[in-house]
């Protein structure tokens, strides 16, 4: 075996353990057999090959087929949260639409600056933009869960920026997620709950790979339930804990030979009903503002349901033409949310009937309006090896893009957001979530075209050394080029030095450049609208805003990697990010803060208004390290592996628009600078013992989370210290027994040691709860069982 397969296997071993490895030889033998065409790449590259071989920047490539078959996490995001440290998914509970979709995202930056793909085609982004929550607060996200685990083969991480290769949002790196499209069938069931009793799952998920027409087609079907948990002290009638969802998902992916080339094509949709508890109201205080007694007598909990549709499809042809590989592609997404608030009501309609002699009631749902999102790609891409250029050889690869995207908001019915009474006796709108109202409502829409243009070349045995150029316009502010340079060098056998320089950016997103949300407050006794808004919109000119611009960025990476032997391996890599321009969701401006702008935006009946706005300059700097370790005990085999992150995100300048200098604080407040901060830990590690005894396999991990210090509706100013989150560390045990070749029960717990984050004032909290949504969750230890099963 050469040296590069040793690496690339000691790596894949480091990361996640010998499971790992199973998907190694598929990857490095897949090859067009009827055109001789090799298809094969790893993200990062666009370098068609016939085997994984060294690449420039760190790439992880993470097997699923063990997590599918073993694995305690039934979802995508919390399956690679426990497997990959530079990885975080926070589940949210107490922040509206957040808790309905997981966000997940790279190095400790924000989720929209990691780019998701899907067969190596980008994948769109969910329609929600996040408003509250202690994670990615004024961003969107790849919603990871559409994705049934049972459909995919593997997830390479490029942990590098890669904006200049593939456009928009690659700042923190890319995930490009490889399905499934093998002969045969496999199924799993599996259950898992709380040792609370609550938050039981239910899954049940199959695979089937049929052999069509000198190519495959692989289905995938998947049912997964989640059951509501809750960890509210006893006494406290809100519910705080995990959503309530039932998603439905079907995959097809497959290849099939067609004249001189191939087809390719991908199909998925989802259906995901899910439901969170909002804050409570109470039958003593919240009456009748928030509250009828002849509706709930002893307080309510309203419930923000989430109706989401997700779609996505690709279809391609590839094939030689002369020396050259040649892609044409055509990518389809579209995601779409609607809520549904159910146990609530609308008090100013209640309040309005109890003043008309009735008995002070209202509907007890409403349609509150949502909205989605929709993304068309094209792509052409031509790529070539040139053997005896530039050295050894030079890989020349080219081509274009251009995506046109959708966004909508649909308002609610006027129940879900209307002031029945004006007189301030009952708030507006349905109590939990008001609806959008019409004034909301958007159809917003851009276009964008992009060229680029990679170079990659083995100067000698040792050296390689790659370089890219990329120009992308966006339809609706501007064009943007972006450039990148990145090689290695093998000192000596067991080394290799790697480093990276680049620029990149990220353009602003349709749902932060256009989401609008009105509700209605009362203030001294006076209906007050309380508006986020849009730049381009009319509250957002008369405060003076210019429209929103992409993000810049320069990345830098600097690694090593020490493979002596077959059972040890070792891999550093250093980052520095730098982003400017970063888009955050500002802090309410009202009377109390701003009076000069409160009396313009009063003109157009709003009281006060938050937007987002390209303020924030950021740092961030970390270290990803792995190692691992192969060996027999007692003669059987033993994998350890050690994996871990740091990083740190500080805030290093705010550029503050002309029309709101000298309202730094409002623009961006200390709470919400830590949240921007310190939204995930800083730090992450784990460390994994796998030891298989015949038929039985054994797997134990410990996972560590760091620090974490948030912010306070109080502030310091007044006195009240910030959040502290004291480093936490869990652990989780599972064992696989196999009953033959085809046929494993999994069973075992997450968390085993049942810890939780450190308690705070809830009273202080995002969530009003004794602690956020931080590190590891706040549900404490659950237990699961799988069965799987090959045929």
């Not at 490895?21 to 033998?29: D, E, G, K, N, T």
């Not at 087609?217 to 339930?225: A, P, Q, S």
């Not at 005894?693 to 989370?705: D, P, R, S």
Request: charged share 20%; net charge neutral.
């Amino acid at each position: 075996m050469s040296s590069h397969s040793i690496l690339r296997k000691a790596v894949l071993t480091a990361l996640y353990g010998a499971g790992a490895l199973s998907a190694l030889p598929v990857a490095a033998q897949t090859q067009s057999s009827s055109s001789d065409m090799t298809v094969v790449n790893v993200v990062g590259s666009r370098r068609a090959t016939s085997s994984l071989t060294d690449t420039v920047a760190p790439v992880d490539v993470i097997s699923l087929s063990k997590a599918s078959e073993q694995g305690a996490q039934f979802d995508l995001a919390q399956t690679l949260t426990f497997i990959s440290p530079s990885f975080n998914s926070t589940r949210q509970s107490g922040a509206d639409g957040a808790d309905l979709v997981d966000s997940a995202a790279l190095r400790g930056l924000s989720s929209d600056q990691t780019l998701v793909l899907v067969n190596g085609k980008r994948r769109h982004t969910s329609s929600l933009v996040n408003i509250f929550g202690a994670r990615n607060r004024g961003a969107t996200g790849t919603d990871m869960n559409a994705i049934p685990v049972m459909a995919i083969k593997d997830v390479q991480v490029l942990r590098d920026g890669a904006a200049a290769q593939y456009g928009s949002d690659a700042i923190a790196g890319v995930m490009d997620i490889g399905l499934k499209k093998n002969v045969g069938c496999e199924s799993a069931v599996g259950y898992g709950q709380y040792g609370a009793g609550d938050g039981k799952n239910w899954l049940a998920s199959a695979y089937c790979g049929f052999a069509v027409a000198g190519g495959t087609v692989g289905i995938t079907g998947e049912f997964l339930d989640r059951g509501r948990s809750n960890r509210a002290e006893e006494g406290n009638p809100r519910i705080i804990g995990d959503s309530k969802t039932r998603n439905k998902t079907l995959y097809v992916n497959g290849e099939i030979p067609a004249g001189p080339g191939r087809v390719y094509f991908t199909g998925g949709v989802q259906q995901r009903d899910a439901s969170s508890g909002a804050f409570a109201r109470n039958a003593d205080t919240d009456v009748p503002a928030k509250n009828s007694l002849a509706m709930y007598p002893n307080g309510f909990v309203p419930f923000i349901n989430g109706d989401m549709d997700d779609r996505y499809a690709i279809f391609g042809y590839r094939q030689k033409v002369g020396e050259w590989n040649a892609d044409l592609s055509q990518t389809y997404g579209y995601n779409r949310l609607k809520y549904d608030i159910s146990n609530t009501l609308n008090a100013s309609i209640a309040n309005l009937d109890l003043l008309n002699g009735g008995k002070g009631v209202s509907a007890d749902h409403f349609d509150a309006g949502g909205f989605s999102f929709q993304q068309s790609t094209t792509n052409f891409d031509m790529n070539r090896y040139f053997e005896g250029v530039a050295g050894d050889g030079l890989n020349v690869a080219f081509g274009a893009e251009y995506r046109a995207e959708k966004y909508k908001i649909f308002a609610g019915e006027p129940g879900s957001y209307i002031d029945a009474d004006g007189a301030g006796g009952g708030n507006a709108g349905s109590q939990g979530f008001p609806g959008f109202q019409p004034a909301d409502a958007t159809s917003a829409k851009r276009h964008s075209s992009a060229a680029y243009l990679d170079l990659e070349a083995d100067l000698n045995k040792n050296t390689k050394l790659q370089g890219a150029l990329r120009w992308e316009r966006y339809s609706d502010f501007g064009s943007t080029v972006t450039g990148k340079i990145a090689g290695s060098y093998r000192v000596a056998d067991p080394v290799l030095l790697r480093a990276s320089a680049s620029t990149g950016f990220r353009a602003p997103s349709l749902q932060q450049a256009y989401f609008s949300s009105t509700y209605t407050d009362f203030v001294a006794g006076v209906a007050t609208n309380i508006s986020i808004s849009p730049a381009v919109g009319p509250v957002g000119k008369i405060a003076g805003l210019d429209p929103l611009k992409e993000e810049k960025s320069r990345s830098y990476t600097l690694g090593a990697t020490w493979t002596p032997n077959d059972a040890l391996s070792v891999t550093a890599d250093l980052y520095h990010i730098k982003i400017k321009d970063r888009i955050v969701l500002s802090g309410q401006f009202n009377e109390d803060n701003y009076p000069a702008l409160a009396a313009k935006l009063a003109t157009l009946g709003v009281g006060a208004a938050q937007f987002f706005v390209n303020s924030v300059d950021t740092k961030t700097q970390g270290l990803d390290l792995t190692a691992s370790h192969k060996a027999t005990l007692f003669g059987n085999k033993l994998t350890t592996f050690l994996a871990m992150n740091f990083s740190k995100t500080e805030v290093t300048d705010i550029h503050t628009p002309a029309a709101l200098q000298g309202f730094e604080d409002v623009l961006l407040s200390e709470r919400e600078r830590l949240f921007l901060e310190q939204g995930g830990p800083r730090r992450k590690a784990t460390l994994g013992f796998d030891y298989a005894t015949g038929a039985l396999e054994t797997n134990f991990k410990i996972i560590h989370f760091g620090p974490q210090t948030l912010g306070t509706w109080s502030g310091t100013a007044a006195g009240v210290p910030n959040q502290k989150y004291e480093a936490k560390t869990s652990a989780d045990l599972g064992f696989t027994y196999a009953f033959n070749k085809t046929t494993k029960l999994s069973f075992g717990a997450a968390n085993i040691f049942d810890v939780h984050p450190t308690p705070q004032d809830p009273l202080e909290t995002d969530n009003g709860f004794k602690y956020e949504s931080v590190q590891f969750g706040l549900n404490g230890v659950a237990y699961f069982a799988r069965l799987h099963m090959k045929f």
